[in-house]
Each structure stands twice: as structure tokens, then as C-alpha cells.
């Protein structure tokens, strides 16, 4: 795990994605995932993908790499390789405005990231440009500010809408209920045909 790649990453999706039989799909990434899912819209193609949405995601400008956009503390544990952050700076990073029973939930969910991934340099030049997006704004995100994440949909090459959610970097803990509205739209407004 220590070497993991970008690559193997868009393999992996890929392939579960092709185990599942989807010819078409509306690809949904949190955080690291803004460095895997052009890769997998490149290897699909715009013709499987009907949309991405991507959730307070980390979108390094193209040939760079995640380290280069952390903020300073972050970025000292990350520089350090890392695999498993103190507790407290998990707290911090990851559950702000939580209740203590999201937040039990949230620590007890993490597990040690690869430390390769965030140093390896991206390149998007496959993405098609022509798939629709949709950000997910976290307001309250330790990890992402939002004037990172505005940055990262520049990087991206912009957005087609960009949702705010009042929330923590772990929106899937901290807000289910608004995070599981703003996808269940996305997800109604597939056409039937596809």
C-alpha cells in the first residue's frame, strides 16, 4: 500500500465498475478521489459518464501534486510519509461541528492512506471536457478551505454548479441527510434512455 499510484487507483474503480456491468454512471469522489476521477472519466469516456460530482476534493493544477496544496499542517505530516495521523489532528482535519457519536464514527472509520499517492504529480490531459460537474462546497472544511477548494474547481477547468453544504470535510458523516439530497437529485435527473 505504501506505493499505491494514481493508476492502480483508476484501475481498481474501473474495474469495479466494469465487474458491475454499469455502462453508465454518475461517478460521485471525496477528497483524494479529485485525483482518480479524471482517470476514470478518461478511461469510460464521456459517453459513460453522465456526470461527476465532487465533494470537497483535493485537484491539484495539472503535472503537480496533492502535497503541493496542502495547508502547513497538513502538509508537514504528508511531506513526512506518514500513513496515520495523530488523533487529534484527525479531529481536527476531519470533524469539526460534529456531535461526539459522529465523530466516534468518523475516527473509527480512517485508515492509514498510502503515502505515494499525495506526492505523485497528476495529469488530466485525457479527461474529456465535455462531462458535466457539480462541486460540493464543505463551508466549514479544516482539511479544504473554501478558497482551496474555488481554487481546485479552477484547476478542474471549472464546474457546471457548485452546491454549499454547511459542513465539516466528512459531509457523509457530519450531513447525510443534505449530502444524500443534493445526490439523489443528481441521481433523478439521469435520462431514462441512458
Known amino acids: 500500500m505504501r506505493t499505491l499510484t494514481i493508476a492502480e487507483c483508476v484501475d481498481a474503480v474501473v474495474g469495479q465498475i466494469e465487474q458491475a456491468g454499469f455502462d453508465y454512471v454518475i461517478l460521485v469522489g471525496h ?11 478518461a478511461r469510460l469516456g464521456a459517453r459513460r459518464v453522465h456526470e461527476i460530482v465532487l465533494l470537497a476534493c483535493n485537484v491539484p493544477p495539472d503535472g503537480k501534486n496533492v502535497v503541493s496544496t ?3 499542517p497538513v502538509r508537514f505530516f504528508a511531506r513526512m510519509n506518514i500513513d496515520r495521523l495523530p488523533a487529534w489532528m484527525a479531529r481536527w482535519m476531519f470533524c469539526n461541528g460534529m456531535t461526539d457519536q459522529q465523530r466516534a464514527l468518523s475516527q473509527s472509520l480512517l485508515v ?13 490531459s485525457r479527461m474529456p471536457t465535455d462531462v458535466p460537474r457539480t462541486w460540493i462546497l464543505t463551508l466549514r472544511d479544516h482539511v479544504l478551505a473554501v478558497e482551496d477548494q474555488r481554487r481546485f474547481i479552477e484547476n478542474l477547468g471549472g464546474v457546471d454548479e457548485v452546491i454549499e453544504l454547511d459542513t465539516c470535510h466528512n459531509a457523509m458523516i457530519s450531513e447525510p441527510a443534505g449530502l444524500a439530497s ?7 435527473e439521469v435520462p431514462a434512455s441512458k
Open 31 to 41: 477528497s483524494l478521489a479529485g485525483i482518480v476521477i479524471p482517470g476514470v472519466v
Open 70 to 72: 496542502l495547508i502547513p
Open 112 to 124: 492509514p492512506e498510502s503515502p505515494s499517492i499525495v506526492h505523485e504529480p497528476v495529469d488530466r
Open 182 to 188: 443534493i445526490l439523489l437529485r443528481h441521481r433523478a
